[in-house]
């Protein structure tokens, strides 16, 4: 079987595994940190804002039964995409909203769904989320992995914000 990975990063990577991880095709769903300039960054390095990383999430995904236009689509009903520095609660560089593409098709696949989220009119401010190359993924330490199944209650309380975004966002 041949697998493909997708990196997303939109907010804090806790609520971003998720949406993803209950899809069919998903093999493999990581929290994690990308985007920046420090190799193996830890979670206390990453929130001090200097070493220019982003919570991400690193998905392994079959694409013979989920593509990955099926998972920018996904991506893009779990965040807000008008806000640049962070995602509802999560503040700063480090929650910014980013598609990081590991090749051309990815890339063109994620701008023109991008394009076709800002002619949609659903928002009525700028879509902001960037589409970058994909920079060396580093898996978050253990204790963040299935942070959702680990602590269901922390998770739920820090998606509050989140589900009603995407209830009044999304809901059609």
Known sequence: MATETAIFAGGCFWCMVHPFDQQPGI?????GYTGGHVANPTYEQV???TTGHTEAVEITFDPAVISYAELVEIYWRQTDPT???GQFQDRGD???P???VNSDQ???IAEASKEKLIASGRFNEPIVTQIEAAKPFYPAEDYHQDFYKKEPWRAE???VKRKAFIREKWSD
């Not at 093999?27 to 929290?31: A, E, G, H, I, P």
């Open 47 to 49: 929130c001090s804002h």
């Open 98 to 100: 980013v598609i990081f």
């Open 27 to 31: 093999l493999k769903v990581v929290s």
């Open 157 to 159: 309380l820090g998606e």
């Open 94 to 96: 480090s929650y910014r």
């Open 83 to 85: 806000d640049a520095m």
């Open 106 to 108: 990815q890339r063109s």
